[in-house]
C-alpha cells in the first residue's frame, strides 16, 4: 500500500475558522476572494496554496510570512517541486521537492533579496549530508556535515568574514539557529566541547545570559539556568545550546487552524476554537451512512461551511478531487444533520451580524476515517496526560 500520512488508511479531515461579514461572502482582509478563511486556496485537483508563519503553520494571509505552492497526491501530502515565497515582495523563499509529504533531494532557501541563504540535501525528511548556509551577499557562514554519526560543523565565518572554525575546530558564536538566542562555545572535532553559553536577545542584540552548559565530545553533560524564575538551577537533559539552525519543516503543519487574528480589526479572533467536539459525531455518522458503500473512491476532498450566530451549519460547499458525486453528497448531508449541540461556542466572542467560514479536508480510503488536525489535538493532550481522564475525547 502506498505510504500515507498515518499508521492506517485514513479520511483526513482539516478545519480551520475565521469570521466572514456575511454567510456567503469571503473575508474582507483577502484581496484574493478565492482563498477559504484566508489561509488556502485551491489551484486545481492536486495543486493548492497555503500561507504559512515563520515556522510554516497555517496562517492568514494578512499576517503570513510566506505561501507555498504545491501539488499534493491523494492522500493530501505534498508531492513533487515545490516553491515557498515571502508574501513581503513575492521573492522565492526557498525549493524543494516532495514525495509523499516529505522533503527528498536538493533543497535551497533564499533571503528576500534573492541571495542564496542555506543550500543541502533532504532524505525522508531529514538533513542529509553537506549543508552550506550564507550571510546575505553570498557570504558563506558555515558548513555542516549531518553524518549518520549526527551533525559535525566543519567551518564557521563570523559576519566579518573572519573564519572561527576550521577543519571542525575553533570556536562558534552566532545568533542564526532561529531559536532568538545567541549561542557560543568551543568546537572540537565537528562537536560541542567544553563550557557554551547562551544568551537572550534584547532588542535585537545578545543580552541576557540565559543559561552556561558544558558539553564533552558532542555529549551533553549539565547546564545551569540563569532564567529569573531557576537562577543557579541544574539539568541534565534539554540542552539549549547549538550551532545548528532549527529545522522549522519537522514541525509543519498545514492541517491545524490558525486563530491569529493579525491585530486586524477586520478579522476577528476565532472564537470557534474548540470545535473538536464536532468530530467524534461526524466520523460515528459517516461510518455508520457509509459501511454498505459498495465502492469508494480514493482521494481527498474541502468541505466548507458556515456556523451562524444562532449555531447553525449551513451554506455547506465541497471542493474535491473525487469524481464521486454521489460519496459527496452523502458528506455534505452528515455536515447538514449534524446536531447543533455540538456546535456550542461561545456567542459574546462574536461579533454581531458576522458568521463563522469553516473547512476540513476530507481524504477517503477503505471505509477508514481520521480527522489529522483531531489526532494532532488528541495527542497533545495526551503529552500532559489530559486525554486518560476525559473519555468523551477518546473516540
Same mark, same amino acid.
Given at each position: 500500500?502506498? @505510504?500515507?500520512?498515518?499508521?492506517?488508511?485514513?479520511?483526513?479531515?482539516?478545519?480551520?475558522?475565521?469570521? +466572514?461579514?456575511?454567510?456567503?461572502?469571503?473575508?474582507?482582509?483577502?484581496?484574493?476572494? %478565492?482563498?477559504?478563511?484566508?489561509?488556502?486556496?485551491?489551484?486545481? *485537483?492536486? %495543486?493548492? @496554496?497555503?500561507?504559512? =508563519?515563520?515556522?510554516?503553520?497555517?496562517?492568514?494571509?494578512? !499576517?503570513?510570512?510566506?505561501?507555498?505552492?504545491a501539488k499534493v497526491n491523494r492522500y493530501f501530502?505534498?508531492?513533487?517541486?515545490? *516553491?515557498?515565497?515571502?508574501?513581503?515582495?513575492? %521573492?522565492?523563499?526557498? *525549493?524543494?521537492?516532495?514525495?509523499?509529504?516529505?522533503?527528498?533531494?536538493?533543497?535551497?532557501?533564499?533571503?528576500?533579496?534573492?541571495?542564496?541563504?542555506?543550500?543541502? #540535501?533532504?532524505?525522508?525528511?531529514?538533513?542529509?549530508?553537506?549543508?552550506?548556509?550564507?550571510?546575505? *551577499?553570498?557570504?558563506?557562514?558555515?558548513?555542516?556535515?549531518?553524518?549518520?554519526?549526527?551533525?559535525?560543523?566543519?567551518e564557521f565565518y563570523n559576519e566579518d568574514g573572519?573564519?572561527? #572554525? @576550521?577543519?571542525?575546530?575553533?570556536?562558534? $558564536?552566532?545568533?542564526? =539557529?532561529?531559536?532568538?538566542?545567541?549561542?557560543?562555545?568551543?568546537?572540537?572535532?565537528? &562537536?560541542?566541547?567544553?563550557?557554551?553559553?547562551?544568551?537572550?536577545?534584547?532588542?535585537?542584540?545578545?543580552?541576557?545570559?540565559?543559561?552556561?552548559?558544558?558539553?564533552?565530545?558532542?555529549?551533553?553533560?549539565?547546564?545551569?539556568?540563569?532564567? +529569573?524564575?531557576?537562577?543557579?538551577k541544574e539539568y541534565t537533559t534539554n540542552p539549549? !545550546?547549538?550551532?545548528?539552525?532549527?529545522?522549522?519543516?519537522?514541525?509543519?503543519?498545514?492541517?491545524?487552524?490558525?486563530?491569529?487574528? !493579525?491585530?486586524?480589526?477586520?478579522?476577528?479572533?476565532?472564537?470557534?476554537?474548540?470545535?473538536?467536539? &464536532?468530530?467524534?459525531?461526524?466520523?460515528?455518522? &459517516?461510518?455508520?451512512?457509509?459501511?454498505?458503500? $459498495?465502492?469508494?473512491? =480514493?482521494?481527498?476532498? !474541502?468541505?466548507?461551511?458556515?456556523?451562524?450566530?444562532?449555531?447553525?451549519?449551513?451554506?455547506?460547499?465541497?471542493?474535491?478531487?473525487?469524481?464521486?458525486?454521489?460519496?459527496?453528497?452523502?458528506?455534505?448531508?452528515?455536515?447538514?444533520?449534524?446536531?447543533?449541540?455540538?456546535?456550542?461556542?461561545?456567542?459574546?466572542?462574536?461579533?454581531?451580524?458576522?458568521?463563522?467560514?469553516?473547512?476540513?479536508? #476530507?481524504?477517503?480510503?477503505?471505509?477508514?476515517?481520521?480527522?489529522?488536525?483531531? +489526532?494532532?489535538?488528541?495527542?497533545?493532550?495526551?503529552?500532559?496526560?489530559?486525554?486518560?481522564?476525559?473519555?468523551?475525547?477518546?473516540?
Open positions: 500500500m502506498r @505510504k500515507t500520512l498515518f499508521t492506517q488508511a485514513v479520511l483526513i479531515i482539516c478545519l480551520f475558522s475565521t469570521s +466572514v461579514i456575511s454567510s456567503s461572502a469571503q473575508s474582507g482582509t483577502d484581496k484574493d476572494t %478565492s482563498l477559504i478563511a484566508g489561509q488556502v486556496k485551491f489551484l486545481g *485537483k492536486d %495543486s493548492v @496554496k497555503f500561507y504559512l =508563519t515563520d515556522n510554516y503553520s497555517l496562517a492568514p494571509a494578512s !499576517c503570513a510570512t510566506y505561501y507555498m505552492i501530502q505534498l508531492e513533487g517541486p515545490v *516553491k515557498y515565497y515571502y508574501t513581503s515582495n513575492n %521573492s522565492i523563499a526557498g *525549493k524543494g521537492s516532495y514525495h509523499d509529504g516529505n522533503l527528498y533531494g536538493l533543497y535551497y532557501s533564499f533571503y528576500p533579496d534573492g541571495d542564496i541563504k542555506s543550500e543541502g #540535501v533532504y532524505f525522508d525528511n531529514l538533513r542529509a549530508g553537506e549543508w552550506e548556509y550564507f550571510y546575505d *551577499k553570498g557570504k558563506m557562514k558555515k558548513v555542516i556535515n549531518f553524518s549518520k554519526e549526527g551533525p559535525l560543523l566543519e573572519k573564519q572561527m #572554525v @576550521k577543519d571542525g575546530n575553533g570556536k562558534f $558564536e552566532s545568533n542564526d =539557529t532561529g531559536s532568538h538566542s545567541y549561542s557560543s562555545g568551543n568546537i572540537r572535532d565537528g &562537536l560541542m566541547d567544553g563550557r557554551w553559553t547562551l544568551r537572550y536577545f534584547f532588542n535585537y542584540k545578545p543580552h541576557e545570559l540565559g543559561s552556561i552548559e558544558f558539553y564533552s565530545k558532542g555529549k551533553f553533560m549539565k547546564g545551569i539556568s540563569n532564567s +529569573v524564575a531557576s537562577n543557579g539549549l !545550546c547549538t550551532f545548528i539552525d532549527k529545522d522549522t519543516f519537522l514541525r509543519m503543519d498545514y492541517y491545524t487552524e490558525s486563530d491569529l487574528n !493579525c491585530e486586524n480589526k477586520d478579522m476577528p479572533f476565532n472564537s470557534f476554537s474548540r470545535r473538536n467536539e &464536532l468530530f467524534p459525531d461526524f466520523i460515528k455518522d &459517516l461510518t455508520t451512512e457509509l459501511k454498505d458503500y $459498495e465502492q469508494m473512491d =480514493t482521494g481527498w476532498a !474541502c468541505v466548507k461551511f458556515y456556523i451562524s450566530n444562532d449555531n447553525r451549519i449551513k451554506d455547506i460547499n465541497i471542493y474535491s478531487a473525487l469524481n464521486d458525486t454521489t460519496l459527496l453528497k452523502k458528506i455534505k448531508d452528515i455536515m447538514t444533520e449534524l446536531p447543533q449541540k455540538d456546535t456550542d461556542f461561545d456567542p459574546h466572542t462574536m461579533i454581531k451580524g458576522m458568521d463563522q467560514i469553516n473547512f476540513f479536508y #476530507v481524504l477517503i480510503e477503505n471505509k477508514h476515517f481520521v480527522i489529522p488536525e483531531y +489526532v494532532i489535538y488528541k495527542a497533545r493532550l495526551r503529552q500532559i496526560g489530559f486525554l486518560n481522564n476525559n473519555k468523551a475525547l477518546t473516540h
